[in-house]
């Protein structure tokens, strides 16, 4: 990045925020918007409507009624947003990836709360949880969607529902369902991946995967290591006999003899995985060093909610060298049929990491968790800007980053060393605003300031980075591995 560049930044925002007017209507929605990215891109340590409206000189009212009541269609914001990514950052090589996030509350009132699982803290506590869906392409990577998961229970309260605004239509639906809708919404506006990828919450539901197969999608997700299904196909009984007992059975059914396994019993029983060796693979260059994972893989039959398997799938089971935790992963598509790799399922599977990644940056540097709203309208659009303004980021950052003059040969997760960052962008910009005033020496000045800040933290990431691979590299040579030597599924092109 350069001091140009930095300068540049101002008129970059202005004309990104203008491809969406049309989602504002009037002038004031519009000013406002710009307001409201301006102060999630800014240094502001908590990004509230109140906050920002009093560093901007903003009424807080009137930035509050921005979320709350003001018209504006942020339906549309957030499909344009996802027909800008579909459009601009298409890639063959896609991952379109479904998990959730939660934000702890200590009170009653905001739309979802409830007790429930909340994974930012481990546990089960008072929160609110959404269903986000995440895209990764190779150095490009944001968010997608984000929709309130409403627990049955506050689904079906009246009152919950009369406080917070929650339309009529919005019934309860499980957040896999939500994540198919979301899918849904993603196809139709013009979102094309390589596969989804999900955790095991996702995995070990059954109609999820189906609903992914109905919709001709391919998928690579984890699944429980208590996963049922088949690596050899079980004989089902299509029609009840004709003759003979069990007049009273239903059918079709299995054949006795061919009960489903768990996958981790499949992994240590089953003759068609105990006569197979384990590869390795280098699968991916982390801040951390390179990770190198065992896999075993094998034909398999899912079972469907009918107890009966499905259509040919692949169970991959990998097993870090370093560690010894194992992984299961049920792809619906099957190395060597169709010009599918293996090395394509896991990149897919271990490629989960960006969208952890974009929670961290929005929570930490565009306060996607620092909403004081309640209402179900408002705390979507918050979502929605927080996504835009990740967006502007995104895109500034993969063209700041001059990628044309690197190396292509890195994982789809990987920060190089000296690349700019999602964090850098926002700190570049709010070194912008806060220049906006000064003269032309004092403002070069805090660009200066900036770049220094930057090029520190490169160093500083760069130095750990390589320290760490160092380490790496040296626990995996003393067990005889060199990662690079060995199958790799880094991309090789760009």
Not at 11 to 32: A, I, Q, T
Not at 174 to 194: C, E, F, H, S, Y
Not at 425 to 437: D, F, H, K, P, S
Request: glycine share 8%; aromatic share 10%.
């Amino acid at each position: 990045m350069t001091l140009r560049q930095i300068a540049a930044l101002g008129g970059k925002l202005v004309s990104f925020l203008r491809r969406f007017s049309d989602c504002f209507g009037r002038s004031e929605p519009r000013e406002l918007l710009e307001v409201y990215v301006k102060g999630q891109l800014s240094d502001l340590e908590r990004k509230t409507a109140e906050a920002i409206a009093l560093e901007f000189g903003e009424a807080p009212r009137t930035l509050q009624r921005f979320l709350e009541s003001i018209k504006w269609d942020h339906e549309k914001l957030r499909d344009d947003c996802q027909k800008l990514v579909a459009a601009e950052h298409s890639h063959p090589e896609a991952i379109g990836i479904v998990d959730e996030s939660g934000t702890r509350k200590s009170g009653n009132d905001t739309v979802g709360v409830a007790r429930q699982w909340c994974g930012n803290v481990g546990k089960v506590d008072n929160a609110v949880v959404a269903v986000h869906l995440g895209y990764a392409a190779r150095d490009f990577q944001c968010l997608l969607d984000s929709r309130v998961y409403l627990p049955e229970d506050r689904a079906s309260d009246a009152e919950h529902r009369e406080k917070n605004h929650v339309p009529p239509e919005v019934s309860f639906r499980t957040k896999p369902q939500i994540a198919l809708d979301q899918i849904d919404r993603a196809l139709r506006n013009g979102i094309r991946v390589a596969a989804w990828t999900a955790d095991e919450f996702y995995g070990r539901n059954t109609p999820f995967l189906d609903g992914l197969e109905g919709r001709k999608q391919v998928f690579v997700v984890e699944v429980p290591a208590d996963f049922h299904g088949w690596v050899r196909k079980p004989r089902v009984i299509r029609e009840r006999p004709k003759t003979g007992p069990g007049q009273r059975k239903k059918y079709p059914r299995l054949v006795r003899r061919f009960p489903s396994g768990e996958v981790r019993n499949l992994l240590r029983y089953s003759p068609v995985f105990r006569k197979k060796s384990w590869q390795r693979y280098h699968i991916k260059d982390t801040d951390k060093g390179p990770e190198v994972w065992e896999v075993k893989w094998s034909v398999f039959w899912r079972k469907s909610e009918n107890r009966l398997p499905g259509r040919r799938h692949c169970l991959i089971v990998a097993r870090n060298v370093l560690t010894g935790e194992e992984k299961y992963f049920v792809s619906n598509r099957v190395p060597g049929e169709g010009g599918v790799t293996l090395r394509l399922l896991l990149r897919v599977a271990f490629g989960r990491w960006p969208v952890e990644r974009c929670f961290r940056v929005a929570k930490k540097e565009l306060g996607m968790d620092h909403y004081q709203v309640r209402g179900w309208d408002c705390l979507h659009r918050h979502f929605y800007l927080t996504q835009l303004s990740y967006l502007f980021c995104a895109r500034v950052r993969l063209e700041y980053d001059g990628s044309e003059d690197r190396p292509t040969d890195r994982s789809v997760v990987n920060e190089e060393p000296g690349r700019l960052t999602i964090e850098q962008v926002r700190g570049a910009t709010n070194a912008w605003l806060e220049a906006a005033g000064m003269t032309r020496q004092k403002r070069n000045e805090r660009y200066e300031n900036e770049l220094k800040n930057i090029h520190y933290y490169q160093h500083r990431n760069d130095q750990a980075r390589r320290s760490n691979t160092k380490a790496s590299r040296k626990a995996l040579g003393e067990l005889g591995i060199n990662p690079d030597r060995i199958k790799s599924c880094i991309p090789s092109g760009p």
